[in-house]
């Protein structure tokens, strides 16, 4: 089957036979029309150059001169009959033969397949280590997290221990007070305080009037104090001690007035810890100190 009976559209329309037969008609009568007139034309130019013959006389006899010939008219042109030029036919290609199907290689077609065998068996790999690579820093990540926290509760312990240590010191010393100050109480118990009676047992429990100022001594120096007062306030501190000398308790009695001073005196007796023994070897249980600024 043709490519011209598929595709009906392609094909040219078929030529009309009379509107031929008027085209031929039309240009006959246009020729005629254009000989006519050419006809007319020639025939007017022949009536006006005709030549104008005369007679002319003389007294001596002469032979006339023959008439001039009149040239033939220039033959009629042959009317020029107008073709209308055919439209050209679409050339239409021959149809396309259909491809032979190329033949294919089975072992082309083997090589092919394993190819894509290999490639996905790489896909699997490559999934198979990323699954392993995140597992194992997932693994990693607990692993950090388990010592932070274990890191952490060692500290939490440690914190705590510190503080049951802190708390038994605390403990200790304030069972060596209250054993000081039992012991002071029954030296106050065991003076007779008759009329022989010397009070050198009542005198043993308290600090010798020098103690005073061997402690402030010690504390003054840990007084951190820039600041300017007006006159000399005094700031009454109670001090409690272990037997050892070791700072207990302390506690503001009297004001100063001054806020910034009973601070620093405070701050300083922490700092100090330790007081040192009075002239019999002990230190006092509880005690009252005085301090100034200025002295």
Known sequence: MSLATDKPEFTPPKQNSGRLRAIGFAVLAHAILIA??????????????????????????????PAAAEPPPPP??????????????????????????????????????????????????????????????????????????????????ADKKANDAKEAKDAAKAEALRKANLERIKGLAGASGGPQATGTALQSTG???????????????????????????????EV??????????????????NSAWDNAVLRAIDKTEILPRDIDGRVPSSFEINFRPRD
């Open 36 to 65: 006519a007139l050419t006809w007319g034309v020639g025939w007017k130019r022949e009536s006006s150059n005709a030549p104008i013959q005369a007679e002319l006389w003389s007294t001596t006899v002469q032979e006339a001169a």
């Open 207 to 237: 600090p010798s009037a020098g103690y005073g100022g061997r402690v402030i001594a010690r504390i003054k120096p840990n007084i951190v104090f820039t600041d300017d007062v007006l006159g000399n306030p005094v700031a009454t501190v």
């Open 76 to 157: 009629p042109q042959p009317a020029v009959e107008q073709v209308k030029p055919e439209t050209p036919k679409p050339v239409v290609p021959p149809p396309k033969a259909a491809e032979p199907e190329p033949v294919v290689d089975p072992h082309i077609a083997i090589d092919k397949e394993k190819e894509k065998k290999k490639k996905l068996e790489k896909i699997k790999k490559e999934k198979a280590l990323a699954k392993a690579k995140a597992e194992e820093e997932a693994e990693e990540k607990r692993l950090e997290e388990l010592a932070k926290k274990k890191k952490l509760d060692a500290k939490k312990a």
């Open 240 to 257: 409690r001690c272990a037997p050892d000398g070791t700072i207990l308790a302390r506690k503001l009695i009297k004001s100063s007035g």
